[in-house]
């Protein structure tokens, strides 16, 4: 059984029992979600999409909150002395998914 979320703008296909990398949600660790499901297919092989998938949810658990690896970002203007160069480091939650109820 698996299914398709949405969020922090992006579509992600989870199963029970999988850890997961997200945008940023604003809840503290331990915390129970309940995310919208955009496609379930279930055990027996039926895929449920658009307005059949109506009610289905996807429950997870935040495992914990931290930042990803930093990426540089060089800004460079060719005969004009212009560089600049700085970091980002994205904010992210870690999801543990537990079921998927559809």
């Given at each position: 059984m698996y299914a398709v979320i949405r969020t922090g703008g992006k579509q992600y296909v989870?199963?029970?029992g999988q850890v997961l990398?997200?945008?940023k949600i604003n809840l503290p660790e331990g915390s129970e979600?309940?995310?919208e499901a955009l496609m379930v297919r279930g055990d027996n092989g039926e895929v449920k999409v658009g307005p059949e998938v109506?009610?289905?949810k996807v429950k997870a658990t935040v495992v914990?909150?931290?930042k990803g690896k930093k990426?540089?970002?060089f800004k460079y203007k060719a005969k004009k002395h212009y560089q600049r160069k700085y970091g980002h480091r994205q904010h992210f939650t870690e999801?543990?998914?537990n079921e998927?109820?559809?």
């Open positions: 989870v199963e029970p990398k997200v945008e979600v309940e995310l109506k009610g289905a914990r909150h931290g990426i540089i970002v999801l543990q998914i998927i109820v559809s």
